[in-house]
């Protein structure tokens, strides 16, 4: 391809293929001939029961994942959006099809694949009724369509059929592994070459479906959930490092609770914590610019589906509008889907005319343009770490060892390769902390505050408010 010869990027495709748009041809065939297409076996279809849907199970954005089936008494199976209907993958000429698709990029050299979905393509067979867990009288389908028994056979084949035969790189969207099968998935012989863990993005929900389950949290729980996952991930293989993706709200708002604390610091703070961690890091949009949640003074403001349906079963669940809408405003997917900050013009210097989704009001004070004459901005940092992470093998290939483990409000941690050992610590405090260094001398190679020196020589370090401090060991005092 273009790019990856002549400019040195790989391009890495979104693999969807748990489900297909209704406005597939396939689709389109089944609904235009629904008794006689020779699409219907690429589909779920189920006969209803008593007029009513085949089971009680509720999709992963809301209501039923059965929809009626024009000009039939059937159904079709969603576990997401009623626009995107699952394909039946025990239906091998779909598999087939599939995985023709998937070589067919590969040929083109695409460097691989971020696969969407994945645990959602095996599902339980006998398709019964399972108990309500909520006032609608529906079950969350993920019990019975996620990660369910028998999806390793569709997995050692669509890596068999597929990526074994290229030399890329598959992250696999995998929600509802449990640790001990990370092996399966990420091991020396595992179907992807690595995947994301979603546990420490929804610390602050009691399920990442359900945002008016409301958590408590702490420091201390985000550090045990991190190295709880570092440590699984690295018995078993390579992760995926990530603080904000298309799903979560925004990072600095998420993980910085207090508003009037979410400034450079804190988010330089949060960059750096994750970027240093094992794994490969992943940046999303919006992100290397410190961009934050909105707050949304209405439900029409919405357009994520998902938020939608969040905000009226909240108040079926017995909340207030009000306590619903802040619910959504936490946590909204369209907080991360806002049009990117470009510069301080009209609609952020993203458009001419007025986008699909409202901006974040504070795209004036925080844009790419500002950002770039600044030297001491989010966006020139990230620039930096990105510099240090690469000048330093132990940075990414190293092991990594949590150091303070019962402390509350710092997350550090060692990352070490043969003889070079860089050790990070980050204060998500909006107060100073001190720390007690090894007896060794350190060169800073990164923090997000102004140092009097490149060289720390005490055994004693004040971490200021909100501070990221990488070091590199030097030799033996």
Not at 75 to 98: A, C, G, I, T
Not at 297 to 323: A, H, P, T, V
Not at 449 to 475: D, F, G, R
Request: a negative charge.
């Amino acid at each position: 391809m273009i790019g990856q010869k002549k400019k040195g990027i790989k391009i890495v495709l979104d693999l969807v293929i748990n489900h297909t748009s209704d406005e597939h041809p396939w689709f389109q065939d089944l609904l235009e001939n629904p008794k006689n297409s020779k699409y219907r076996d690429y589909y779920i279809l189920k006969p209803g029961k008593n007029g009513q849907p085949p089971t009680n199970w509720r999709s992963v954005f809301g209501g039923s994942v059965w929809e009626p089936l024009k000009g039939t008494e059937e159904y079709y199976f969603h576990s997401f959006h009623v626009k995107q209907p699952d394909l039946n993958w025990e239906n091998k000429q779909v598999r087939e099809e599939l995985y023709k698709m998937v070589n067919y990029w590969l040929e083109k050299g695409i460097a691989g694949f971020r696969v969407d979905a994945i645990t959602f393509i095996k599902k339980d067979q006998s398709y019964d009724n399972i108990p309500a867990d909520g006032v609608d009288g529906l079950g969350k389908c993920t019990k019975k369509t996620r990660n369910r028994p028998g999806i390793d056979v569709f997995l050692h084949e669509l890596n068999k059929e597929t990526f074994s035969k290229y030399n890329c790189v598959t992250i696999g969207e995998a929600p509802g592994v449990p640790y001990e099968q990370y092996g399966d998935y990420i091991g020396e012989n595992g179907y992807f070459s690595m995947i994301f863990d979603f546990k420490y993005a929804d610390l602050d929900v009691a399920s990442g479906s359900e945002w008016f389950k409301r958590v408590d949290w702490n420091v201390l729980d985000l550090k045990k959930l991190i190295f709880t996952s570092q440590n699984e991930i690295q018995k078993e293989g390579w992760g995926a490092n990530f603080i904000e993706n298309h799903d979560q709200n925004r990072a600095i708002s998420k993980y910085i609770k207090e508003e009037e604390n979410r400034t450079f610091y804190s988010a330089t703070m949060l960059g750096a914590m994750y970027f240093n961690l094992r794994g490969t890091p992943f940046i999303y949009q919006g992100q290397e610019i410190g961009m934050t949640n909105f707050k949304r003074q209405s439900i029409e403001e919405f357009d994520d589906i998902s938020s939608i349906d969040q905000y009226y079963r909240s108040m079926d669940e017995g909340f207030s509008s009000e306590e619903a809408l802040h619910f959504i405003n936490l946590r909204s997917r369209d907080n991360s889907r806002t049009p990117f900050h470009w510069s301080a013009q009209e609609y952020g210097g993203f458009s001419k005319v007025q986008p699909w989704l409202g901006m974040n009001d504070n795209y004036k004070t925080i844009n790419v343009e500002q950002q770039e004459q600044d030297p001491n901005s989010i966006l020139n940092f990230y620039k930096k770490m990105v510099q240090v992470r690469q000048s330093k093998e132990s940075l990414i290939y190293g092991e990594i060892k949590p150091i303070l483990e019962e402390h509350p409000t710092i997350i550090a941690y060692k990352r070490k390769l043969d003889a070079e050992e860089v050790v990070c610590y980050f204060n998500f405090s909006p107060e100073t902390e001190n720390v007690e260094l090894e007896s060794y001398e350190y060169d800073i190679l990164l923090t997000n505050y102004k140092e009097e020196s490149a060289t720390i020589t005490e055994q004693e370090y004040t971490l200021k408010p909100y501070q990221a401090l990488v070091l590199l060991k030097k030799e033996a005092n």
